[in-house]
């Protein structure tokens, strides 16, 4: 995915929506972040955000079966003005 200028990619991942998957993906986001320099409580939110997607775009809580095969995409940016907010 192109990535606006004002932007910079920190990293572009997809995971199978799997059970346990949400850990796997708030760790790499979380890793993904950590030289942005942000506080614990803001990347510890963020995991929670991501887990949360994790869990739900595959709809995991309901039939894990059903979307073993299917991806979520994660796309980390960052800016100056975003991690400033």
Known sequence: MAVPRSWRGLDEFSLPSVPGNEKLASEKVAAAVSG???PDIRIERLKIAVGAHAL???HLRHLP???AD??????????????RS
């Not at 299917?70 to 991690?83: F, H, P, T, V």
């Open 56 to 58: 739900t775009s595959g």
């Open 70 to 83: 299917r991806k979520s995409g994660y796309l980390c940016l960052s800016s100056i003005d975003a991690a």
């Open 36 to 38: 942005l320099e942000l």
């Open 65 to 67: 079966r059903v979307y």
